[in-house]
């Protein structure tokens, strides 16, 4: 018989996995990978006020990293900063100020790792219900503004000609990446959840000749990531989000080899 606390982390493993699949697609094709850092690191600026205002509601974290989101928007319109350089700066001044905000408050202090690289094995089935619900959305509206995206994904100058939306595009895009970081934080924490959106894809993209195939395969890479690292997690009783983001790589390089071997 499988525990079910193992259940649980599988469970909430491959739903962050499915949701992750279709956004990292679209971090890897617009070189946006540092993006997805910047929200991740300010998940913890996200965490140390929700327990200043004595919560533990994702909310919190949802409406910090979306504000963070908006403001890069906002900051990417001055010309004479390059995209890296504002990602960098907002990326280690929001985990700088979490940090603080977090070793400030007494009664966090102790649980920084768990904020770090998430506790999987820790999930309920409240938490279950939440990252299925998120999954849920994020698939449907991804669905609904897929072509936009790809469009202006694709040349967003183009796009706007064509009557594309595109601003409104990347605000919503933006806007899942936060949810997702947010109500993920405990699958892998804040240093390694942009991994499993990151990592899956760009294996995939060794592999796939279609955008519609890379998604697949990245949501199938993601998947066999969280099942291997969960496994060698409850083997050899290492950290599990580590393993997963582990796992998730060693297939990248499997897939970096057959890219190789092919061209």
Known sequence: MI?????????????????????GCFLVWRRMAYFGDTVAHSALMGVALGFAFGTTSPVVMIIVCAAVALFLLVLQRD??????????????????????????????????????????????????????A???????????????????????????VEGVPVMRTKVIYMLLIASLVALSLKVTGVLLVTALMIIPAAGARNLARTPGIMVALAVAIGVLSVTSGVVISSNWDVPTGPA?????????VLTRILYLKRA
């Open 3 to 23: 525990d079910s606390f193992i259940l649980y982390a599988l469970a909430a493993g491959i739903l962050v996995a499915v949701a992750a699949g279709p956004l």
């Open 79 to 132: 010309r004479s900063l390059s995209s890296d350089t504002l990602l960098g700066i907002l990326a280690h001044s929001a985990l700088s100020i979490g940090l603080i905000m977090i070793a400030l408050q007494e009664s966090v202090r102790q649980n920084m790792m768990f904020y770090l690289i998430g506790d999987i094995l820790a999930i309920d089935a409240v938490d279950i219900y939440r990252l299925s």
């Open 134 to 160: 998120m999954c849920l959305a994020v698939l449907v509206i991804m669905a609904l503004i897929w072509r936009d995206l790809l469009s202006s994904t694709v040349h967003e100058d183009l796009a706007r």
């Open 244 to 252: 997963i983001v582990l796992s998730a790589t060693l297939v990248f």
